[in-house]
């Protein structure tokens, strides 16, 4: 049974929503986690408390949901899922949580919902995110931004970037910029020039950015000697912005501030 704050007679004719006092329990081992709604702007937050730590989760959905669709649960590791009801890539991500001993330990946040392939990666203590550091930055659009996947490992209590399993993971990309064959579309070709701005572009810059980021200096010395002489002024400006951008291992924390947990 919920208890409010005010009567909802009262405040409906107010168009404001009323706060639950009892938390709804969602599990209870090996951890108790349970979730109270409450009002939020022009939508309402479902909070949640793993143990002693607190996260909150915006949404717009049905206040009366089945929260539990928000917990994963792969031992020892417990994800809360947080989804705010934007559009950008950080508007959706999980907190992460090591379980021992019934408590709860925070080791950090990773902002991608969880990809199937990743159970085992996830039992074993390694976790995926998205860089989205470049969002919307460097003059690209969001759905054309450049991105790579990086790998997080539970180390010392936190979850530590892995900068060899980063660089692993993206091997693909690198490869296909470093050898498939260096053209640029022509000026005036606009079908050519608008594909190559969603995608080969994008990957360029992405790729150059996980060099960057992974501290492949004289690797992305190289790719840049490889593309630069092909871009006009305005991308080799932008691919410089873009790369001014990125911190070595920069921890996920100085790159998902828009995250809401």
């Given at each position: 049974?919920?208890?409010?704050?005010?009567?909802?007679?009262?405040?409906?004719?107010?168009?404001?929503?009323?706060?639950?006092?009892?938390?709804?329990?969602?599990?209870?081992?090996?951890?108790?986690?349970?979730?109270?709604?409450?009002?939020?702007?022009?939508?309402?937050?479902?909070?949640?408390?793993?143990?002693?730590?607190?996260?909150?989760?915006?949404?717009?959905?049905?206040?009366?949901?089945?929260?539990?669709?928000?917990?994963?649960?792969?031992?020892?590791?417990?994800?809360?899922?947080?989804?705010?009801?934007?559009?950008?890539?950080?508007?959706?991500?999980?907190?992460?949580?090591?379980?021992?001993?019934?408590?709860?330990?925070?080791?950090?946040?990773?902002n991608t919902d969880l990809p199937p392939d990743n159970e085992?990666?996830?039992?074993?203590?390694?976790?995926?995110?998205?860089?989205?550091?470049?969002?919307l930055q460097a003059g690209f659009c969001h759905a054309c931004s450049p991105s790579f996947v990086v790998s997080l490992a539970d180390r010392g209590d936190r979850l530590e970037i892995d900068g060899d399993g980063t660089w692993a993971l993206n091997e693909a990309l690198w490869q296909r910029e470093m050898l498939s064959p260096a053209v640029v579309p022509a000026e005036g070709d606009e079908e050519a020039r608008f594909r190559w701005e969603g995608e080969g572009f994008r990957d360029l810059v992405a790729a150059a950015a996980l060099a960057r980021f992974c501290g492949h200096e004289a690797d992305l010395a190289a790719l840049r000697a490889r593309w630069e002489p092909l871009l006009d002024e305005d991308g080799r400006k932008r691919l410089a912005e873009a790369l001014d951008l990125v911190k070595p291992l920069e921890p996920v924390s100085a790159w998902n501030s828009a995250a809401p947990y």
């Open positions: 049974m919920r208890f409010l704050l005010l009567l909802p007679g009262f405040l409906a004719p107010l168009g404001l929503l009323a706060a639950e006092i009892e938390p709804r329990l969602l599990m209870d081992d090996p951890v108790r986690v349970t979730v109270t709604v409450e009002p939020a702007g022009d939508g309402e937050s479902a909070v949640f408390h793993v143990g002693e730590s607190q996260v909150a989760t915006l949404y717009t959905g049905d206040a009366d949901q089945d929260f539990r669709s928000n917990i994963i649960w792969q031992a020892p590791y417990l994800l809360i899922r947080s989804v705010s009801g934007g559009n950008c890539w950080d508007c959706a991500g999980e907190a992460v949580f090591r379980i021992e001993g019934g408590k709860a330990l925070r080791l950090g946040d990773i085992l990666s996830v039992a074993s203590g390694y976790f995926v995110t998205t860089y989205s550091r470049l969002e």
